[in-house]
């Protein structure tokens, strides 16, 4: 009879957390709705396919794959459709270019080449050749050229590198992994600072030639939140064979790391990672990117959940209950820019379709959290 009652009480037990995990997906499902709904009502798919607008589509494709609404899906269509699924659209090689650039002739610039992600994401939805062939043709002719400087910018890891590994997975041609690593080694080179395991935004921020205002050395929470969740896409699609896994993988737990250490005790992380004074105050762009990338690491086996759930957690936490407004507002993004900035205001208005692509992000993976935990 003891033994009967054990077990009754194990099954109730067990019944309770399957329920709450249950209900917690439903607030999940229910969040990611209240805040793309909000976006896609006050702005229209047709607008450019330059990065900030590409990386709103690169968590609206990851709502789109947990909600299943294909209002979702058909919002992303019409945005690549609007850009005749292209990035920059010249047409001449020879004026194309990499440094930063809003033209048409930027087309070797990282921040016109994110949009093939999403573009590559709706292609496998519908496989048709022309939805990849301009990623194919820019990409390819990068490849061929001498040149290995083009991801210079800690934002650019997270633009271009999973274009990399996502056309390697469509045409199994083994250079686009091979310029990966180059570009990437090239990116370490002169911004990746290997004492904390964190990245400056770009070359012009590394210590002590730039400093924090207290002095300390200034990490740029939403840049080293690119680059977090960058290398967490390049993982999820890069061969388990590649010789150089254990390179990025490296670089993403170390990343973990120091993200861990920098969090503040209401969840967020400041704009200045290592420095809260700097500017003080929750941001969620980088908290997005940060929340996503352990939690993606948590769900696929690569970081311990019992040393890295509760920042997910409490990341989350602000990001459900403070950034999210009540109308579905995604707020406290800092805005465009490359820097912390003592003194500028983020507050509960500011908002910005990239910070909205990074909440969806990270609203998706805690979702398959709950959901692989709901199976145990």
């Known amino acids: 009879m003891k033994h009967y009652l054990i077990a009754i009480c194990l099954t109730a037990s067990l019944l309770s957390v399957s329920a709450q995990a249950q209900v917690s997906k439903t607030q999940i499902l229910e969040t990611i709705k209240k805040a793309n709904d909000y976006w896609q009502a006050n702005h229209k798919p047709e607008v450019r396919a330059f990065w900030d607008e590409a990386a709103y589509h690169t968590g609206n494709m990851e709502a789109f794959s947990i909600t299943a609404e294909e209002k979702y899906k058909d919002y992303s269509e019409r945005w690549a459709g609007h850009n005749q699924w292209m990035g920059a659209k010249s047409k001449d090689r020879s004026e194309w270019k990499y440094k930063y650039g809003e033209k048409d002739d930027y087309v070797l610039f990282g921040d016109w080449q994110i949009c093939f992600q999403t573009y590559i994401d709706l292609y496998h939805l519908n496989p048709e050749a022309h939805k990849i062939a301009r990623a194919k043709e820019v990409m390819e002719y990068q490849m061929s050229t001498s040149a290995n400087d083009y991801w210079w910018w800690a934002d650019g890891l997270y633009m271009v590198m999973p274009v990399m590994t996502k056309l390697y997975k469509v045409t199994g041609n083994k250079l686009y992994l091979e310029k990966l690593y180059e570009y990437f ?54 061969p388990s064979d590649d010789p150089h896994r254990e390179v990025y993988l490296s670089k993403y737990k170390k990343l973990a790391k120091a993200i861990l250490k920098s969090q503040q005790p209401e969840g967020y992380w400041t704009r200045s990672m290592l420095d809260k004074d700097h500017a003080p105050g929750p941001e969620t762009s980088g908290t997005s990117f940060f929340t996503y990338g352990l939690l993606w690491g948590i769900n696929n086996g690569y970081l311990k959940e019992k040393v890295y759930l509760g920042a997910a957690e409490k990341g989350w936490k602000y990001l459900s209950e403070v950034a999210l407004q009540q109308d579905g507002r995604v707020g406290y993004v800092q805005p465009i820019g490359e820097k912390a900035i003592p003194g500028q205001v983020v507050d509960a208005k500011s908002t910005a379709n990239f910070g909205v692509g990074a909440f969806l992000l990270a609203a998706a993976e805690m979702y398959r959290y709950l959901d692989n935990n709901s199976k145990k």
Not at 187 to 206: F, P, W
Not at 214 to 236: E, P, S
Request: proline residues 2%; aromatic residues 18%.
């Open 185 to 238: 080694e090239y990116a370490n080179s002169i911004m990746y600072d290997q004492k904390t395991g964190l990245y400056y935004r770009d070359a012009k921020y590394v210590y002590p030639k730039h400093k924090s205002v207290n002095g300390k050395k200034d990490f740029w929470a939403r840049g080293d939140g690119w680059v977090f969740a960058g290398l967490a896409k390049v993982l999820k699609d890069l």
